[in-house]
């Protein structure tokens, strides 16, 4: 979700205020004593000049007051009704405050709103990402216990062919297979939200590992080569791995990748020539478990594996537009 932002003007840092209380404070006496200097005093009885200057001190302290409730202690007030207003509400409860009163303490509520959004927008995908998992994972525990159940029912007087068994045992076998590569991509997941140490792989190392795991693919390095990306080597390959998979998965034949740098970021555009991703599931292919491949195995849990890993090291992914065949990827690294 967009994080609010707080609106940027001009306002007193907290040390000014802290400085300019303390001086107004210290120049109360040195205007007391001032005035009583100026002014004799004749007679016991509180002269109108002495009542004149406590209503000046009465008035001066109550502006001193109210600088410091206005600039310091109502904003942060307010800044602690708003964190346990967002932990009854949740996301709706996202929002700026009406005054900050100093720079130290925009600049923390801001900090707090973007830290809110994040833990929000965190709460929710491990809610949906657990409810697919429970999907994911009965889906093939149920037809393992299915095909089981049949299996010991079976008895001399039904007896199964010998086709119909291997049926069910077969079922068994390619059940237990979709398991495995779910738990497996967990295992990836799971390790992809945790940065690993931290490195640089070059893309010609990357370059010549995916030859290494997918012959069967023409690859081929664009660009400068020699440029390395803020990933350590077993990231690199779990990144670059899955978006090998997946092209070949999709028919490809060609997979290249161009890289180039600046002074601040490297960025790696991935293509290849397999048949490419649908309008219609353009603005899916990042959910997890979604996959056009179900049938033949797929998890639909790589891009979003890809995405994680890129994130926890700083970096990003996006699906570009493409005109022809194939899919585009751009990788976006810190230096």
Same mark, same amino acid.
């Given at each position: 979700?967009?994080?609010?932002?707080?609106?940027?003007?001009?306002?007193?840092?907290?040390?000014?205020?802290?400085?300019?209380?303390?001086?107004?404070?210290?120049?109360?006496?040195?205007?007391? *004593? !001032?005035?009583?200097?100026?002014?004799?005093?004749?007679?016991?009885?509180?002269?109108?000049?002495?009542?004149? &200057?406590?209503?000046?001190?009465? +008035?001066?302290? %109550?502006? *001193?007051?109210? *600088?410091?409730?206005?600039?310091?202690?109502?904003?942060?007030?307010?800044? !602690?009704?708003?964190?346990?207003? +967002?932990?009854?509400?949740?996301?709706?409860?996202?929002?700026?405050?009406?005054?900050?009163?100093?720079?130290? +303490?925009?600049? %923390?509520?801001?900090?707090?709103?973007?830290?809110?959004?994040?833990?929000?927008?965190?709460?929710?995908?491990?809610?949906?990402?657990?409810?697919?998992?429970?999907?994911?994972?009965?889906?093939?525990?149920?037809?393992?216990?299915?095909?089981?159940?049949?299996?010991?029912?079976?008895?001399?007087?039904?007896?199964?062919?010998?086709?119909?068994?291997?049926?069910?045992?077969?079922?068994?076998?390619?059940?237990?297979?979709?398991?495995?590569?779910?738990?497996?991509?967990?295992?990836?997941?799971?390790?992809?939200?945790?940065?690993?140490?931290?490195?640089?792989?070059?893309?010609?190392?990357?370059?010549?590992?995916?030859?290494?795991?997918?012959?069967?693919?023409?690859?081929?390095?664009?660009?400068?080569?020699?440029?390395?990306?803020?990933?350590?080597?077993?990231?690199?390959?779990?990144?670059?791995?899955?978006?090998?998979?997946?092209?070949?998965?999709?028919?490809?034949?060609?997979?290249?990748?161009?890289?180039?740098?600046?002074?601040?970021?490297?960025? *790696? %555009?991935?293509?290849?020539?397999?048949?490419?991703?649908?309008? &219609?599931?353009?603005?899916?292919?990042?959910?997890?478990?979604?996959?056009?491949?179900?049938?033949?195995?797929?998890?639909?849990?790589?891009?979003?594996?890809?995405?994680?890993?890129?994130?926890?090291?700083?970096?990003?992914?996006?699906?570009?537009?493409?005109?022809?065949?194939?899919?585009?990827?751009?990788?976006?690294?810190?230096?």
């Amino acid at each position: 979700m967009p994080v609010p932002k707080v609106r940027m003007k001009w306002r007193p840092t907290l040390a000014l205020i802290v400085y300019v209380v303390l001086l107004a404070v210290m120049a109360l006496p040195i205007l007391i *004593v !001032i005035w009583f200097r100026a002014v004799e005093v004749s007679s016991n009885r509180m002269a109108p000049a002495e009542m004149v &200057a406590l209503a000046v001190v009465f +008035i001066l302290t %109550l502006g *001193v007051a109210y *600088v410091l409730t206005r600039t310091i202690t109502g904003p942060i007030d307010a800044l !602690i009704a708003r964190t346990e207003e +967002i932990a009854r509400g949740g996301k709706r409860a996202i929002r700026p405050l009406e005054s900050y009163g100093t720079r130290e +303490i925009a600049v %923390l509520s801001q900090s707090f709103l973007d830290l809110a959004g994040r833990l929000v927008d965190r709460t929710e995908y491990v809610r949906s990402f657990a409810a697919h998992v429970s999907h994911e994972l009965k889906s093939p525990l149920t037809a393992i216990r299915g095909a089981a159940e049949l299996l010991r029912d079976d008895d001399a007087e039904k007896a199964m062919t010998k086709a119909q068994r291997l049926h069910f045992l077969d079922n068994i076998v390619v059940d237990a297979a979709r398991l495995d590569a779910l738990l497996l991509r967990l295992r990836e997941l799971a390790q992809a939200e945790i940065p690993l140490a931290e490195g640089k792989s070059s893309i010609r190392d990357i370059l010549s590992s995916l030859r290494r795991q997918f012959p069967s693919l023409d690859i081929s390095g664009k660009g400068d080569t020699d440029i390395s990306v803020a990933l350590p080597r077993e990231a690199a390959g779990i990144v670059f791995a899955n978006l090998a998979e997946n092209a070949f998965q999709h028919g490809a034949t060609l997979l290249e990748l161009s890289a180039s740098a600046d002074v601040r970021t490297t960025v *790696v %555009l991935v293509r290849d020539d397999g048949g490419g991703i649908s309008e &219609a599931n353009r603005q899916h292919v990042f959910q997890p478990f979604f996959s056009t491949r179900r049938e033949q195995g797929g998890t639909g849990m790589g891009l979003g594996i890809v995405r994680a890993m890129l994130s926890s090291h700083g970096g990003t992914i996006r699906l570009l537009p493409t005109t022809g065949a194939g899919a585009e990827f751009e990788i976006t690294m810190p230096v």
